[in-house]
């Protein structure tokens, strides 16, 4: 028989802020694209039905930092972290440069299910040696390369990647020269410039009042010495005009780089993170990070709204990534990426990068993964639940 649909999500919690959509109902699709949404459709229409009765269905999770490339020893399969985190689309962060990117994208980004666009490295080296610090010898910054690279490569290379600690990029004028190298490139390439703050050779108000709107600071949390707050707690005048301006700051959560203490006094303030992101990779898979929907969780225990969470790690990183007409909504026509999450009540332990331990209530985790109209494998086992109760 054939059938209308391809599958049905059926009676979820579906949350899309890209069409303030927050209501219980059906979602269907067919030919990899979004086909219907609708409060009730017949599940005969359709050949796989996801029982998603009592779990919320969003756009497929778009993670705007994780590190993908498997000949950096720090880099994770992206088609393993898709399913186990509701992540249809990844954003490498820089874990190439000019030198290999080309095997980046042979070996890894053109083979992957999951969708992988990338930044570029300044260094020509990218993370192959992420302890030794790819710019500590200036002849590895390669701001010609890195725009020949993105012009080359401008369907998946979407921006430059710098890591701006004084151990990666050097002190006093060396550290300085580094970074104007890497806005230098991303305003010739015509692209936006992604920033990792560790300890800068240079103040974050510094950081900030140098990059323009649509340029990123990752990491935002962290603690330390280049931080978000001053010394007595409270956000940066000149931190709090560059987000206004348009300079996104996003999570990163990582090994190193979410403090408690700064992102309580963050929001306590109104500032938000305009994008929630892992950083995921070899050294914090196992924790403290996890995955996306437990990053997500953190968010949901300081107070942030369940709607703004998912806007965070949905709409606005695929609008940053200016893909937002097909990927981070649900919007009829757009691709079939989908994340089916649960939503789990109880005591939550969560920690963060400095072995911080806080507990909160609710627990996300991915139950299925759709991506381009696929159920990717191992996604969980609740896809295969089928509840008899409330069936008339
Ligand atoms: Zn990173």
Redesign the pocket.
């Known amino acids: 028989m054939e059938h209308q649909y391809d599958i049905l999500i059926r009676g979820g919690r579906v949350i899309d802020p890209s069409q303030d959509l927050d209501r219980i109902c059906t979602v269907a699709i067919a030919n990899r694209r979004i086909a219907a949404i609708d409060q009730k459709i017949d599940v005969e229409k359709a050949h796989t039905v996801i029982d998603a009765r009592g779990l919320i269905v969003t756009p497929g999770l778009i993670d705007l930092?994780v590190?993908a490339y498997t000949h950096s020893p720090i880099g994770l399969d992206p088609d393993s972290l898709c399913p186990a985190g509701g992540v249809t689309t990844m954003l490498d962060?820089g874990s190439a440069g000019s030198y290999n990117f080309g095997p980046f994208r042979r070996d890894i980004i053109d083979r992957a299910q999951t969708q992988i666009l990338s930044l570029v490295n300044l260094s020509c080296i990218g993370l192959a040696a992420p302890n030794l610090g790819e710019l500590r010898d200036r002849r590895y910054a390669d701001p010609h390369g890195v725009v020949e690279t993105i012009r080359e490569h401008s369907d998946i290379a979407v921006g430059v990647k710098i890591r701006a600690s004084s151990h990666i990029i050097g002190t006093g004028q060396q550290g300085w020269d580094n970074l104007n190298d890497a806005i230098g490139a991303a305003r010739e390439a015509g692209v936006w410039l992604m920033v990792?703050i560790g300890e800068c050779p240079m103040s974050l108000p510094e950081i900030s009042n140098a990059l323009a709107p649509g340029d990123c600071i990752t990491h935002c949390f962290k603690a330390g010495s280049t931080r978000v707050t001053d010394d007595d707690g409270r956000i940066w005048d000149d931190v709090r005009s560059a987000a206004e301006r348009g300079v996104i700051f996003d999570v990163?959560h990582?090994v190193g780089s979410f403090n408690w203490e700064v992102v309580e006094a963050a929001i306590e303030q109104g500032f938000l993170p305009t994008t929630i992101s892992t950083?995921l990779?070899t050294m914090n898979i196992h924790g403290p990070v996890y995955d996306m929907p437990t990053t997500m969780s953190k968010f949901l225990m300081l107070g942030v709204p369940l709607e703004t969470v998912i806007e965070m790690s949905t709409t606005r990183p695929a609008a940053i990534l200016k893909r937002d007409n097909e990927i981070g909504t649900l919007r009829i026509g757009s691709i079939a990426d989908v994340a089916v999450l649960e939503k789990h009540a109880g005591r939550y332990r969560f920690t963060d990068s400095y072995h911080q331990e806080r507990v909160g209530h609710d627990l996300l985790t991915a139950a299925a993964t759709i991506r381009r109209g696929e159920i990717v494998p191992g996604g969980g086992g609740t896809r295969m639940r089928h509840s008899v109760d409330g069936e008339n």
């Open positions: 930092h590190h962060a990792h990163g990582g950083d990779h």
